[in-house]
């Protein structure tokens, strides 16, 4: 039974892809979304000052949360103590921004250039994202590879 347990430690199999999704995948995508969302929607800032404040607001909290996403990615990757607590809180902060995305462009003044279609895109996105974020989660909750490597 403790050659078993031996066996599951170590970033390896699903953690180390969750750790890869952590450090490359999701910067990346964040990095990349703000550099093409930004670039598509330069020709509407002047028309739409609302439209500017969101797409700044966007890309604030998208950098924060890449870093938030490297910052817990390297700490389960070294197997710091608190690496799951932290990685699970980066998840219920993607949750949360996921839930608050669709209602920004009313919030932040630029619901005139939004329309219909683009709040359920911008739902059906956030849906992805949380069944992303709680697919990670329970998988943190309940695997014997992070028990055995970080402690309960």
Not at 1 to 9: D, H, P, R
Not at 31 to 40: A, G, H, I, K
Not at 46 to 64: D, E, K, Y
Request: charged share 15%.
């Amino acid at each position: 039974m403790n050659g078993t347990a031996e066996e599951l430690k170590g970033v390896r199999g699903w953690l180390l892809l969750f750790c890869l999704n952590l450090t490359i995948l999701d910067p990346s995508a964040v990095l990349f979304n703000l550099f093409v969302v930004s670039n598509l929607a330069k020709p509407y800032f002047s028309q739409h000052p609302g439209f500017f404040r969101l797409v700044l607001v966007n890309g604030v909290v998208g950098i924060a949360l890449a870093v938030f996403s490297l910052y817990a990615g390297v700490s389960l990757w070294k197997r710091l103590p608190g690496a799951p607590a932290a990685a699970k809180k980066y998840l219920a902060a993607i949750s949360a921004f996921s839930i608050a995305a669709p209602f920004l462009p009313s919030l932040f003044g630029s619901e005139d250039v939004p329309n219909r279609e683009t709040f359920y895109l911008n739902c059906l996105n956030s849906l992805f994202t949380l069944i992303y974020a709680a697919a990670w989660y329970l998988y943190l909750k309940r695997s014997r590879r992070v028990r055995e490597t970080y402690g309960s």
